[in-house]
């Protein structure tokens, strides 16, 4: 799920599956680029969090428990975090969290956690087009015909609108979420929605 906190504008003609895929082509191309620029690299000081900066869009990120803090230079702050998943209308429940790990990419970081017997792992990249928030689901946790649903919980920021989410501050929209694509083991892509269920949370 490329850039969740902030990044480049959303393209309208995104409706076309021949432009998505080139959008996501350009995203990923885009982020891969803070894996060999040192400004994007995670940081661990003795007793601190894992933490970061992005000099593209002028904020500072940091990693700690279930959350993810964003810290804009223009004083907005934004916490973002994983807080369910449902098949159809069944709630799973998110259980055995581990603590953020920088991964062998220095620009990203993984957190592994399970629903059942299935073992997820989110994981977020730091990157000149933003701040990009994924999953990697092991089996898929959900019965034929049940649509999954990850929903992300929003702290310091109002979340509104559908496909890309406004992320406003007060009156003023300061950053968004968005580009949402979902891709299997096979490299088959698979149709997304993305919406805010409230103010407080991503679905």
């Not at 991964?103 to 997820?120: M, N, P």
């Not at 891709?183 to 949370?201: N, P």
Request: hydrophobic share 40%; proline share 3%; charged share 25%.
């Amino acid at each position: 799920m490329p850039p969740a906190a902030t990044g480049a504008e959303q393209s309208e003609s995104l409706d076309d599956p021949k432009h998505a895929s080139l959008r996501r082509a350009f995203i990923t191309a885009k982020q891969a680029e803070g894996a060999a620029d040192a400004r994007y690299h995670m940081q661990r000081r003795a007793g601190e969090a894992l933490q970061a900066r992005n000099l593209a869009q002028r904020f500072g990120v940091q990693f700690e428990g279930a959350a993810v803090q964003v810290q804009h230079d223009d004083g907005w702050t934004l916490g973002l975090r994983t807080v369910g998943l449902r098949c159809g209308e069944r709630e799973l429940a998110i259980a055995g969290a581990e603590a953020p790990v920088q991964a062998d990419e220095r620009h990203r970081v993984v957190r592994a956690f399970r629903t059942g017997a299935s073992k997820l792992q989110e994981w977020w990249v730091n990157g000149p087009a933003g701040l990009e928030q994924g999953w990697t689901i092991q089996s898929n946790p959900c019965e034929p015909g049940e649509r999954m649903t990850i929903e992300v919980g929003v702290e310091g920021l109002a979340a509104s609108g559908e496909r890309t989410i406004a992320l406003t501050d007060g009156d003023l929209r300061v950053a968004q979420y968005g580009d949402a694509f979902a891709v299997d083991a096979a490299g088959a892509e698979h149709a997304v929605t993305l919406a805010a269920a409230s103010e407080a949370r991503i679905a």
